[in-house]
């Protein structure tokens, strides 16, 4: 089992930034990827962005493009979402996710363990 814990969220006025940070413990050997998904108030949870443990290979919606950088650390047991020039509509709670199986995807089911998710607040 993977247990993941999302930090580093807060409320930051437009054109601001924050870096969230998950920390995964127990079984990650057999992570082939991990990724950021959020949900907004009233809408569905969304991609946001993916990286692969082999390669480093990153992806990302195309609303964050250019303005967000997903990352890993030296241990393959954190990541980070930098997001710069924050937008009202970013708002959101935001969640880390991992996954065993499918070497990273913009497809929320195909991620197995979640956290438990951190608020990010963008005022205009």
């Known amino acids: 089992q993977v247990q993941l814990v999302e930090s580093g969220g807060g409320l930051v006025q437009a054109g601001g930034s924050l870096r969230l940070s998950c920390a995964a413990s127990?079984?990650?050997?057999?992570?082939?990827?991990m990724g950021w998904f959020r949900q907004a108030p009233g809408k569905e949870r969304e991609f946001v962005a993916f990286?692969?443990?082999?390669?480093?290979?990153?992806v990302y919606a195309d609303s964050v493009k250019g303005r967000f950088t997903i990352s890993r650390g030296v241990a393959k047991n954190t990541i980070y979402l930098q997001m710069n020039s924050l937008r009202p509509e970013d708002t959101a709670v935001y969640y880390c996710?991992?996954?065993?199986?499918?070497?990273?995807?913009?497809?929320?089911?195909?991620?197995?363990?979640w956290g438990q998710g951190a608020q990010v607040t963008v005022s205009s």
């Open positions: 996710a991992s996954d065993s199986l499918f070497g990273g995807s913009i497809d929320q089911e195909k991620y197995d363990t």
């Open positions: 127990g079984r990650t050997f057999n992570t082939y990827a």
């Open positions: 990286i692969r443990w082999s390669g480093g290979t990153t």
